[in-house]
T-cell receptor, first 115, second 114 residues
Framework: GAGVSQSPRYKVTKRGQDVALRCDPISGHVSLYWYRQALGQGPEFLTYFNYEAQQDKSGLPNDRFSAERPEGSISTLTIQRTEQRDSAMYRC?????????????FGEGSRLTVL | GDSVTQMEGPVTLSEEAFLTINCTYTATGYPSLFWYVQYPGEGLQLLLKATKADDKGSNKGFEATYRKETTSFHLEKGSVQVSDSAVYFCALSDLDSSASKIIFGSGTRLSIRP
């Protein structure tokens, strides 16, 4: 597609369940980022990839959170044993090169609600 | 660590009013600075950027000047329109470091009355 595509757009789950959020970046974009955005706040960095290599995962809150990008294109963010505090908008972004120009192209996000 | 502080919203103005949204930053390196905008129902998109001190970024009538002495990057527009209603995020990125993450402020919601 033309833009960054995220699915599902909305996910409601019960506490303790695992969830997987998918991101399909703009075709050919090398770098892929995951952010989390709480209501009324700015996006908070979680992790990023260049091609299939996870370059920085310093923003992942704890070991329940993981991400992969096995073929250097689509990425999955997985949250295990979800907790209510995980409820947020999860945003994916991509950029064309490994050299960071600062221009990220964001998807519309996946809103996660943990009951 | 690096951080961005921007004025809290919401900011409500009448059409054709002058807009300023304040942004200051804290960084150990020499960051590039950005303004992103999020229109209702859409993802964030880059509005403008400046990569070094005294640079001015501009786009769609918006401007921001990189002021190293005051560590600021205030967003301005001379005459706002209803279509400018959105949430605006100030952000920074230390392009000289190996960490390529972009750090965002908390956002300022702007509403323009016809």
């Amino acid at each position: 597609g033309a833009g960054v595509s995220q699915s599902p757009r909305y996910k409601v789950t019960k506490r303790g369940q695992d969830v997987a959020l998918r991101c399909d970046p703009i075709s050919g974009h090398v770098s892929l980022y995951w952010y989390r955005q709480a209501l009324g706040q700015g996006p908070e960095f979680l992790t990023y990839f260049n091609y299939e290599a996870q370059q920085d995962k310093s923003g992942l809150p704890n070991d329940r959170f993981s991400a992969e990008r096995p073929e250097g294109s689509i990425s999955t963010l997985t949250i295990q044993r979800t907790e209510q505090r995980d409820s947020a908008m999860y945003r994916c972004a991509s950029s064309p090169g490994t050299g960071n120009t600062g221009e990220l192209f964001f998807g519309e996000g996946s809103r996660l609600t943990v009951l | 660590g690096d951080s961005v502080t921007q004025m809290e919203g919401p900011v409500t103005l009448s059409e054709e009013a002058f807009l300023t949204i304040n942004c200051t930053y804290t960084a150990t390196g020499y960051p590039s600075l950005f303004w992103y905008v999020q229109y209702p129902g859409e993802g964030l998109q880059l509005l403008l950027k400046a990569t070094k001190a005294d640079d001015k970024g501009s786009n769609k009538g918006f401007e921001a000047t990189y002021r190293k002495e005051t560590t600021s990057f205030h967003l301005e527009k001379g005459s706002v329109q209803v279509s400018d209603s959105a949430v605006y995020f100030c952000a920074l990125s230390d392009l000289d470091s190996s960490a390529s993450k972009i750090i965002f402020g908390s956002g300022t919601r702007l509403s323009i009355r016809p």
